[in-house]
């Protein structure tokens, strides 16, 4: 996540043919990386703004976009105001099977048609597709409320578990370290693997746990003894000093 001061900063005031050209800003909603975070409809609109005075086209990866709209009570209309296109998914937290949407101008779309034609982005019976993603449109966007609230509960239980640091979800991610551990996220997925959890490793002693609709309050409360079961158990495994 970034501000517009940040962006503005970045940009190459009077670009020479040695610069690599400018031509597009991108934004995440929400952004996974920074924790799942909301970016916030007022910095969405000052980045967008920088980008246009300068001529460069703007594009919201909107993945989670509807996690966003539902943690900040805001419509998704709003969010995406200033961008030039914008991706929502209808996999991840809206459930569906498969499916995504490009939108942005009739000539933009035009083009990105060709392109995903050209890359071999092809179905044609795509009509059972987008009916469950019509589906997930009209029946699992609300609900998302309640995969970040089975977050929040995540983010709780693994905060009182020793040597786990935890940063307090936006939405349906929840990033924690272990370092105080001294276990490393790697060997902690593999052993939660063998209760049927999966984490995603997203560094040496951090770890990503994610909520959504295939994952219910018991499954995270479950979660969250299984955690403490694996710690537990490896600080009794270490040898006596
Ligand atoms: C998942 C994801 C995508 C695209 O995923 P598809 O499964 O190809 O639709 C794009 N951006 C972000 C940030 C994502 O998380």
Redesign the pocket.
Known sequence: MFSADTLLQALIPHPSRYDMPQTLVAV?QTA?MGGGAVWDVRALDAVAEVARARGIATHM?G??LMNAVVAAGVPASDMVAGYDSV?L?F??GLGAPLG?VLCGSREFIDRAWRWKQRLGGSLRQGGICAAACLYALDHHIDRLAEDHANARILARGLAQIDGISVEQPDTNLVFFDLSGSGMEAEELAGRLRGHGILISIVGRYRARACTHLDVTEAGVREAITAVRDVLGDDARNVPPA
Do not use: P
Request: aromatic share 10%; no cysteine; proline share 0%.
């Open positions: 995440e996974n990866d993945a989670r991706w998914d996999t991840k995504a």
